[in-house]
C-alpha cells in the first residue's frame, strides 16, 4: 500500500530535515518549490525569495489553489510506494494530496527567534527585518486565498512537531509523530516500542 507524507512548516522550521530524514528512510521525495524554482527560471528571474513567492501566488492565481501540487503529483511514478513532499505553503495543496493521494501531514514548528538564527546561518535571510517579511507571508498575514497559507496548512496537520532543541531530541521526535502515524522511524527498540536515547 502506498504511503505518502506531506510535511508543512514555516521556514527554518526544520521540515527539509525531516524530509531528507524519510529519503533516507527509502521514501522517493518530491519539493512543490522544483516547480516554483523551474517557473521562475522560465520567466528569466533571478532565483530568490520574492521571486518565487511571487510566482508561486502567480501560478495559484492563475490555474487554482492546487496547481503546484498537481504538477508534482503528475511526475509521481506508479511504481513509487513511500513518497514524501515538502514545500507545501497553501491548503489546498493539502487538501489536494490528502484527498487525491490519501497522505498523512506532518507539521513542523519553532520558536521564531530560533527560526530566524536558522535562516541567518544558512543565508536564508542578512537581517532580522528581512526575515520577519518573508515569515509573514510566509505564513499568511495580509495574503489573499491564493497566497501562502502556512499557518492555515499546520491547522490541518496530522501531527505537529516542535524542533526547538537540539538535532538528536529533534529527531526523535520526528520518530515519535511517525509512530504515532502508524509509520516506523529509526529509533526503534528490539520489542518495536519507541524509545528515547538518553
Keep these: 500500500m502506498r504511503k505518502v507524507i506531506v510535511v508543512v512548516g514555516p521556514i527554518a522550521s526544520g521540515k527539509g530535515f525531516v524530509a531528507d530524514y ?14 516554483v524554482r523551474e517557473e521562475t527560471a522560465g520567466r528569466g528571474l533571478e532565483i530568490e525569495r520574492k521571486n518565487l513567492q511571487d510566482v508561486g501566488d502567480d ?31 497553501n491548503p489546498g495543496e493539502v487538501e489536494y494530496f490528502r484527498e487525491k493521494l490519501g497522505a498523512v501531514i506532518i507539521g513542523v514548528t519553532a520558536n521564531t527567534q530560533i527560526r530566524f538564527e536558522r535562516a541567518l546561518k544558512r543565508g536564508d535571510a542578512k537581517t532580522r527585518k528581512e526575515f520577519d517579511e518573508a515569515e509573514r507571508r510566509d ?11 502556512v499557518d492555515e496548512c499546520l491547522k490541518l496537520a496530522d501531527v505537529v512537531i516542535e524542533n526547538n532543541g537540539t538535532y ?20 526503534i527498540s528490539p520489542e518495536g516500542n519507541p524509545r528515547r536515547k538518553r
Design 22 to 35: 524519510l529519503e533516507q528512510m527509502g521514501y522517493q521525495k518530491y519539493s512543490l518549490s522544483d516547480r
Design 168 to 187: 538528536e531530541e529533534f529527531k526523535e521526535e520526528v520518530d515519535e509523530g511517525l509512530i504515532k502515524l502508524g509509520i516506523e522511524g529509526n529509533i
Design 139 to 149: 505564513r499568511g498575514i495580509g495574503q489573499d486565498q491564493f497566497g501562502q497559507a
Design 59 to 89: 501560478l495559484r492565481r492563475k490555474r487554482g489553489k492546487a496547481v503546484l501540487a498537481e504538477m508534482t503529483a503528475g511526475l509521481i511514478k506508479d511504481d513509487e510506494e513511500k513518497i514524501v513532499i515538502e514545500s507545501i505553503r
